[in-house]
């Protein structure tokens, strides 16, 4: 029988094969047809990526969001869109070397780690029986595959910056096939900036919703509050760079700090601090 779990199951085939091939096109061999393999696989996981969570839809009877496995597939699912459509636009093959590994990492969280009670589909909490889940999780999620391509590109740009500040060697020589390092300061800024807005707005519409369901727009619960230190954190990314300028390692390691409390806070505060989030 045909279900959401087969289709997880090929997408999670699919995304090891595209982060494969751009592994060894990225690390190994000058091979474009690599590069080509790499590229059709991650179309092809993101189209049967797209038909798990409509299957799971299906099943569910309501969107596929409610829970961590449902969500971490949505997030898999966001990041190979946001990734395919940098690459189409500005042809850096080279970074999906580093964003598919996010996103085969993802994938196996969601296939290898997960409790099957997460993997389950059980009735859906009272409070999460509105059209806010839908609008909340799609952007929140959005936001984080932003911010997730964004670490990516800081951490090619750490090890390009790195290397370049040593004389000759192979890795000075393999370095060069990363883009300028101005091209993926760039890059990173712009994935900030892309997902910030939807960052904003998928706290604000949560604000909203948690007054719907619970008689308040904000109560300090322990994913609020850390919502809160990842939307300052970006925010402070931003007003550095285009107030003082800063770019480069600060920004690069900036976002990797961003991406790192976005980890805390969906599988830390999900496991360690539960609170009115818990089902999340």
């Known amino acids: 029988m045909i279900n959401s779990f087969f289709w997880v199951d090929i997408t ?10 751009y592994m060894l ?20 996981g993101a189209i049967i990526n797209t038909l798990a969570l409509v299957y799971r839809a299906y ?12 969500s971490m597939l949505l997030f898999t699912w966001a990041t190979v869109i946001g990734y395919l459509i940098m690459e189409f636009k500005y042809k850096f093959r080279i970074i999906g070397t580093f964003i598919m590994s996010i996103v085969f990492l993802s994938i196996l969280t969601i296939v290898w780690l997960l409790p099957y009670r997460y993997q389950n589909i059980d009735p ?20 984080y595959a932003a911010f997730a ?8 740009y750490l090890l390009k910056n790195g290397v370049e500040k040593k004389t000759g060697g192979g890795l000075k020589n393999f370095m060069i096939r990363f883009p300028d390092l101005n091209i993926l300061d760039d890059l990173n800024y712009k994935s900030i900036a892309w997902g910030f807005p939807f960052l904003t707005i998928g706290i604000i519409t949560g ?12 109560s300090w619960d322990p994913k ?3 919502s809160a230190i990842v939307w300052l954190i970006y925010a402070g990314y931003l007003h550095a760079r285009v ?34 989030h818990a089902y999340a």
């Not at 999670?12 to 091939?21: D, G, H, K």
């Not at 969107?63 to 449902?70: G, I, R, V």
């Not at 029986?129 to 936001?143: A, D, P």
């Open 124 to 143: 859906l909490n009272p409070a999460l029986q509105s059209i806010w889940l839908e609008i909340h999780v799609i952007t929140t999620f959005i936001g």
């Open 149 to 156: 391509i964004s670490f990516g590109i800081s951490i090619m």
């Open 25 to 44: 096109y990225g690390l190994f061999y000058k091979n474009e047809t690599l590069g080509l393999l790499g590229t059709v696989t991650a179309i092809l």
């Open 243 to 276: 107030t003082h300028g800063w770019k480069g390692v600060r920004t690069a390691v900036f976002a990797i700090i961003g991406f790192i409390a976005i980890v805390f806070l969906y599988w830390g505060v999900s496991f360690i601090l539960p609170g009115l």
């Open 224 to 226: 609020e509050t850390w």
């Open 207 to 218: 604000a909203y919703w948690a007054n719907y369901a619970w008689g308040t727009y904000w």
């Open 12 to 21: 999670f085939w699919l995304y090891l094969a595209s982060c494969t091939f």
């Open 59 to 70: 099943e569910a009877g309501h969107a596929p969001f409610a829970n961590l496995y449902e």
